[in-house]
């Protein structure tokens, strides 16, 4: 066995981000959005174009879903869906004649668009922190798939002053599997490492989801049907880790051959 390939990538900090890249990000999904608007109003009109459509796509539908979320047995039940089924089907009117003016330039389509920037680009935080972005930051992920590629001097530019690495990578999948396989370690990575850092900065546990999500990993990393003959899957993996030096939360890579 030969470990020719070792490295740690910390998930990024807030810090590490551009100081521009959220406002950016965030002004393209504003401004899509309103470019949009004409044909979103476009197509709901075309589904519901009158009351009648309403009532049968919105409102019945509504009344039979909520209908399974209260207890038949609670003594106000027949008066809760009563009330409910009255009003949503008055809201057919409502919809119907302010639905244009909605979706007008400067109306609640608009409004709603910038007041909920702010919290788009909360959310969208933690998958640039582990993604970053390919014209100003590469995050742990894309920094993980370079290395199992074997991509050593795009990995070279791209790596961080706080980025641990050892060695010159090699590519780990055979050429049939590698774009298969990479892309789903890639989407492996992102669900864990948002899942587990969200857990952590909420002060919950998290150790068992990185035992769960590192033995998803194991099965395509260290798959023999999916890695090259060479490569030593006792000692090759892709995992998660904490790492209580710095308080991060890292993907470790190793890479071994035979």
Request: hydrophobic share 40%.
């Amino acid at each position: 066995m030969a470990v020719v390939f070792s490295a740690r990538f910390p998930v990024l900090e807030d810090a590490d981000l551009p100081t521009d890249l959220k406002d950016k990000i965030g002004k393209d999904w504003h401004d899509t959005l309103r470019y949009k608007r004409e044909k979103i109003i476009t197509n709901l009109k075309a589904v519901i174009p009158d009351e009648t459509a309403f009532k049968e796509r919105i409102a019945d539908v509504a009344y039979a879903r909520i209908g399974a979320v209260f207890n038949p047995n609670y003594p106000k039940y027949k008066r809760i869906m009563r009330r409910f089924r009255a009003k949503i089907n008055l809201g057919a009117d409502d919809f119907i004649k302010n639905v244009d003016k909605a979706f007008e330039a400067g109306g609640a389509f608009d409004q709603g668009v910038y007041q909920n920037l702010d919290k788009y680009k909360e959310n969208a935080t933690i998958t640039w922190r582990c993604m970053g972005d390919k014209d100003k930051i590469f995050g742990p992920v894309p920094k993980t798939i370079l290395a199992l590629k074997g991509m050593g001097r795009v990995l070279d530019k791209v790596k961080l002053a706080k980025d641990s690495v050892s060695g010159t990578p090699i590519a780990i999948f055979k050429p049939e599997h590698e774009t298969r396989i990479t892309s789903i370690v890639d989407q492996i990575l992102m669900e864990g490492l948002n899942v587990i850092v969200l857990s952590k900065e909420a002060g919950l546990d998290y150790d068992t989801l990185i035992s769960d999500y590192n033995a998803i990993l194991d099965s395509y990393v260290k798959n023999t049907a999916f890695v090259r003959d060479n490569i030593d899957t006792a000692n090759t993996f892709v995992h998660i880790a904490y790492d209580a030096s710095n308080d991060w939360i890292v993907v470790d890579v190793q890479e071994a051959t035979k």
